[in-house]
């Protein structure tokens, strides 16, 4: 799958998380063509941030995770989406959010929207 369709994959995904959390906001914008914009450029944040801390990230907490079955996963997709609302913090656009859990449940929105879109998009066959 293209680097592209990944972005905006990701970027529908935290475009539904922001409609769904009242934490998670997006910031930054005054029409809804620059909104579409910043959800694009904090995607692909996302998309870079998941692609090089992540699997640092994953590879150190290996314990954690086989301590807790796995749910540990629920911890770390959080920590990258604050980390991706830390880097935009320091831009006039963004994401903000609210705290820890509210990133929690952002994390899980966001990667079942994304694993389910996909599943759609998918070019296997």
């Known amino acids: ?3 592209v369709v990944r972005v905006l994959i990701n970027g529908v995904a935290i475009w539904l998380a ?3 959390l009242s934490g998670l906001d997006i ?3 005054d029409s809804t063509w620059q909104k ?4 694009l450029l904090i995607a692909l944040v996302f998309g870079i941030v998941n692609a090089v801390v992540k699997p640092i990230v994953a590879f150190l907490s290996i ?3 086989i301590l807790t079955l796995g749910l540990f996963t629920l911890v770390v997709n959080a920590l990258m989406l ?3 609302a830390w880097i935009t913090e320091f831009t006039d656009w963004g994401l903000r959010i609210d705290g820890f859990w509210t990133a929690v449940w ?3 929105i966001i990667s079942i929207v994304s694993f389910a879109l996909s599943v759609m998009v998918s070019d296997d066959r």
Do not use: K
């Open 1 to 3: 799958m293209s680097f």
């Open 18 to 20: 922001t409609v769904l």
């Open 27 to 29: 910031v930054g914008y």
């Open 36 to 39: 579409v914009g910043i959800i």
């Open 63 to 65: 314990p954690l995770y």
């Open 82 to 84: 604050m980390l991706t």
């Open 106 to 108: 952002g994390g899980l």
